[in-house]
């Protein structure tokens, strides 16, 4: 495509009907609404923008016949009924065929050469090929993407069908469909027959959403196209393809009655069992399982053990579970994250003491040398678009079951904008996409707002509400799960214990304490206890003094 050395510029086009979409060069033409090029044949056919009218051609001076396309598999009947004929044009055969208004006076013509050109003359059509023949109403029209289509649909009945074509392709359907809403309106059914390509395909459904609920059907054919249909000789086939064309939906919009096998599929909630430590916690009969396929959101204050929690179900999914996990922790690096990995393991802080060299082989072995673990070292670079690549990434190619994400506030950084709402929204928004494309069950660190509900903070134990999410509503909004993580981090009695709140559970509806979880800081691991310890008196029993 030529886009400099332009004669002239913003001309209307003759093809989609683009008011000054057309450029005009040297030898050719193009428009960039349609993106539709056209090579001139003829020094005489350029500018036709200027003077189309008068450029039309007639059969007589060109030598023009009505007659079989035998190549086709199209009848001179066919080609007689819709104006569409054979004739030699500087020298060279050509194809024409006349697009007539509703008075039958020829306004454009589409000329066809052997090397697949194309020429159109005349003034732009607003109306279908062969809409002329068909001016009352009706039980059912179909409409094609070009003449060919429209030929070999219209012969398979003799030519008594109401069958026509959009004069320009499927690109500019769109345009024609508009321009004669009220003509197809008046049939029962419209039966959209355009080609089986992507771009036919997604014409079809544009132009089906212009029509009235119900009215649009959209033809599936096994070929290409319906003269493709013909020529193999599948008639048979492609006739009861038009009869049994499918009403149009949406995207989204499903028959009930089509979802039997899908429905006996799912069956119940599917997932594993949480750790058998944890069988007399309420969070089990709650949720049941660690459910897959799911968006799973946990919130808390800052250091309340977010991460903690999390690397948790990382190893029991992956380790005792044999799962494949995906780790994206944006505040430390894969290095840090693998390390706390093998410290569960071994009922070590490697971070803070040595072990002996086999301790650490062991946990190495049974941790991260599984391979069930793959992880994202993120540099610093958090781009959301790099960010929810590498998220599908791991779900799809490293086919991981389970994916953490710590933590969502770090995840926006990397979006554009300054509005933190609408940034959580959006982003939230594509993971669930995420969940949706892949059947991947995420898990969501989300930090929570300074100011709690009660009033008491966060990091001293205040209760977590889901008012407290941070930034927006679309984290509970789009959350099959939702946890709080609780936890006084300045009582020297409870700073070591943590309540876990269940929040919501889209497919239970049961929420409320989960349970309670110990950290034992010489192994670092979290341990399940029946209730937590009383509160510490920040004074002793024999001090009596003024307070």
Known sequence: ???????????????????????????NSYCFVCEKVTFYKDREVRHLSSNKTSQLIEMEAYQGEFKDLRS???????????????????????????????????????????DKEFLTLGGTPKVFVGQHLFPGKGRKVVVTEGEIDMLSIAQLDNCQWPVVSVPNGAKAAKKVFKEQYEWLIGFDEVVIAFDMDSVGREAAAECAQILPPGKAKILVLSEKDANKMLTEGKEKELKNALWNAQPYRPDGIINGNSLRDAIKQRGKEQGL???????????????????????????????VGKSTFTRFLAYYLGVQKGTKIGMVYLEESAVETGQALMSYHCG?????????????????VATLGTGNFALYDAFGSVESDNLLSRIRYLAVAEDC????????????????????????????????????????????????????????????????????????????????????????????????????????VR?????????????????????????????SNEFSEDDDGDY
């Open 273 to 303: 069992d949480w750790p058998d430590a944890w069988k007399n916690m309420p969070i089990v009969e709650f949720t049941k399982c660690i459910p897959q396929k799911k968006l799973i959101v946990v919130g808390a204050g800052s250091s």
């Open 348 to 364: 070590t802080r490697l971070h803070l003491e040595d072990v002996n060299e086999e301790t650490w082989n062991d946990a190495f």
């Open 401 to 504: 079951k389970y994916i953490i994400l710590d933590h969502l506030s770090i995840a926006i950084s990397g979006l554009e904008g300054n509005d933190e709402r609408k940034l959580i929204d959006k982003l939230m928004t594509e993971l669930r996409c995420i969940v949706e494309e892949t059947g991947v069950t995420l898990v969501v660190v989300s930090h929570l707002t300074r100011k709690p509900a009660d009033g008491k903070a966060h990091e001293e134990g205040g209760q977590v509400s889901t008012k407290d999410f941070r930034g927006s509503g679309a984290i509970l909004q789009l959350a099959d799960i939702a946890f709080g993580l609780e936890r006084n981090t300045q009582d020297p009695k409870l700073r070591d214990y943590t309540t876990v709140r269940v929040l919501k």
């Open 507 to 535: 497919y239970t509806g049961l929420t409320g304490i989960g349970g309670y979880l110990h950290f034992d800081h010489a192994t670092g691991r979290l341990n399940p206890v029946e209730a937590l310890p009383e509160e």
């Open 72 to 114: 086709r598999g199209i009848s001179r009947k066919a080609c007689e009924h819709y104006g569409y004929w054979c004739g030699r044009f500087n020298g060279k055969p050509v194809q024409v065929a006349d697009i007539k208004d509703m008075s039958g006076t020829v306004i454009h013509q589409k000329l066809r050469f052997p």
């Open 1 to 27: 495509m030529i886009k400099e050395g332009a004669i002239n510029t913003h001309l209307p086009c003759p093809d989609c009907g683009s008011s000054d979409g057309l450029a005009e060069y040297p030898e």
